[in-house]
């Protein structure tokens, strides 16, 4: 079985890559940054699998021996599939992460999640002397919160707490994300709910203000993250 197809299918992005020209630009400038030695935080999303398709050419064309560290399954399992040696954040600490993003700010701000794992992208932006942004010309919005929600991960149990907490913040509309095809709500790898949060005004306070929130296990709201845009 082709599982890795059966995988990459299943996801949002899965079936078709949208603006795919523009993001195998973007994701071509990233895999000639790639170093003989490098450990790489890996975020998710398809232009992060197409900068991987290209670094994988390259460690087979050119020899190099570098070491992922996923932010995904997704990600894991192409890394496995490609034959891309992978480590953890326990074992190694990255020398830079790429990711995607699906909202960028002028300032840099920016909303990411629309694949669940904000948690994890979020914890390799964080442990990463140098975070490199790829993302193509669509993903440039002049205010945060134009075209996506901000994603929250919950912990099961706390849901209409973190949903009574979040309606504080003003909010224009909450929704529980739901699983594709499926009657059930999406969970997520650790185990946990995602709330799609629509503001109308995305404040310099509401990262901060979200995760304060018992409950709330992180958001896809990155403020004043020390960022590179690739585009
Ligand atoms: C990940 O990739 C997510 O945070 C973001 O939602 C997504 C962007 O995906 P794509 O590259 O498919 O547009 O970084």
Redesign the pocket.
């Not at 975020?43 to 992060?48: K, Y």
């Not at 990411?112 to 694949?115: E, I, V, W, Y």
């Given at each position: 079985m082709n599982w890795e197809k059966t995988i990459i299918d299943s996801l949002e992005?899965g079936k078709e890559i949208s603006n795919r020209e523009e993001?195998q630009k973007v994701a071509d400038k990233i895999a000639s940054m790639v170093k003989d030695g490098d450990i790489i935080g890996v975020?998710?999303?398809?232009?992060?699998y197409l900068a991987l398709l290209k670094i994988a050419d390259r460690i087979r064309t050119e020899q190099l021996h570098i070491h992922a560290i996923p932010t995904s399954q997704e990600i894991k399992m192409a890394c496995a599939k490609l034959g891309i040696p992978q480590t953890s954040l326990l074992e190694h600490k990255p020398n830079w992460t790429f990711?995607?993003?699906?909202e960028i700010d002028p300032n840099h701000n920016m909303i990411?999640?629309?694949?669940g794992?904000?948690f994890k992208?979020k914890l390799l932006i964080s442990s990463s002397p140098q975070t490199f942004i790829i993302a193509d010309p669509s993903k440039m919005v002049s205010k945060l919160g134009s075209r996506f929600p901000v994603p929250v991960e919950i912990f099961p149990d706390a849901l209409i707490h973190a949903d009574q907490a979040l309606r504080s913040l003003s909010p224009v509309d909450i929704k529980l994300r739901m699983a594709q095809g499926k009657d059930g709500p999406i969970i997520t790898e650790n185990g946990n709910l995602i709330l799609d949060v629509w503001f109308d005004n995305i404040p310099d306070n509401l990262e901060n203000a979200i995760k304060s929130i018992t409950g709330v296990i992180e958001s896809?709201l990155f403020m004043h993250y020390e960022v590179k845009i690739i585009s």
């Open positions: 992005w993001k975020g998710s999303g398809s232009t992060a990711d995607g993003a699906d990411k999640g629309r694949g794992a904000m992208e896809g």
